[in-house]
């Protein structure tokens, strides 16, 4: 059974870094892309990019592009988001997510982590 | 960069057919993914490349893709069935993927 288990909620300060991380199982890690998605409060889903984990090939939203570092460590099955500068509007939930053999289909999504940006 | 349009809401009878649109240029030339979402819960696949059903999805969940509009169908809706809907494409311009606004199915 494939398994996408993320770390806990979050509450950030303005300005500060942050990493939140994804453990994945049931599956060969490296051998399926494995990604991010956001929602907003009370908004839609966004896609912002996909890691391979085989060779770190990644792939960006243009929104996201430089806004947001992607990374793996294949020795723990787990993905990793990060920041470098958090900002109010990085307030939102984060999917992580694993796509298909096509690459075009989201086949598992995590249970999400809050991300909370304030002063 | 390609756009998705959805209607925001549609409202049906509980029983009857619930139809969600998703418009995008020659959305037909693309394979077209559903996501249902249920409030607080992260959203799964319930159509994928068009009209295929996941294991698990009832067969009342269907799709269809013609020129430049994919459509969703849900027949006999349910309660259970409230949820934000969502569409989705692979841009295979800049390879990535698209979504569509979401559409919040109301079961009157």
């Known amino acids: 059974e494939v398994q996408l288990v993320q770390s806990g909620a979050e509450v950030k300060k303005p300005g500060e870094s942050l990493n939140i991380s994804c453990k994945a199982s049931?599956?060969?890690?490296?051998?399926?892309?494995i990604g991010w998605v956001r929602q907003m409060p009370g908004k839609g889903l966004e896609w912002m990019g996909i890691?391979?984990?085989?060779?770190?090939?990644?792939r960006f939203s243009p929104s996201f592009q430089g806004q947001v570092t992607l990374s793996v460590d294949k020795s723990v099955s787990t993905a990793y988001l990060k920041w470098s500068t958090l900002k109010a509007s990085d307030t939102a939930i984060y999917y992580c997510?694993?796509?298909?053999?096509?690459?075009?289909?989201?086949?598992?999504w995590g249970q999400g982590t809050l991300v909370t940006v304030s002063t | 960069s390609y756009v998705l349009t959805q209607p925001p809401s549609v409202s049906v009878a509980s029983g009857k057919t619930a139809r969600i649109t998703c418009g995008g240029d020659?959305?037909?030339?693309?394979?077209v993914y559903w996501y249902q979402q249920r409030p607080g819960q992260a959203p799964l696949v319930v159509i994928y490349n068009d009209n295929e059903r996941p294991s698990g999805i009832p067969e009342r969940f269907s799709g269809s893709n013609s020129g430049n509009t994919a459509t969703l169908t849900i027949s006999g809706v349910e309660a259970g069935d409230e949820a934000d809907y969502y569409c989705?494409?692979?841009?295979?311009?800049?390879?990535?993927?698209?979504f569509g606004g979401g559409t919040k199915l109301t079961a009157l």
């Open positions: 997510v694993r796509h298909g053999r096509n690459l075009e289909l989201i086949e598992f």
């Open positions: 989705q494409v692979w841009n295979s311009y800049n390879d990535h993927v698209v």
């Open positions: 890691i391979y984990p085989g060779d770190s090939d990644t």
């Open positions: 020659n959305i037909e030339s693309k394979s």
């Open positions: 049931g599956y060969t890690f490296t051998t399926y892309w």
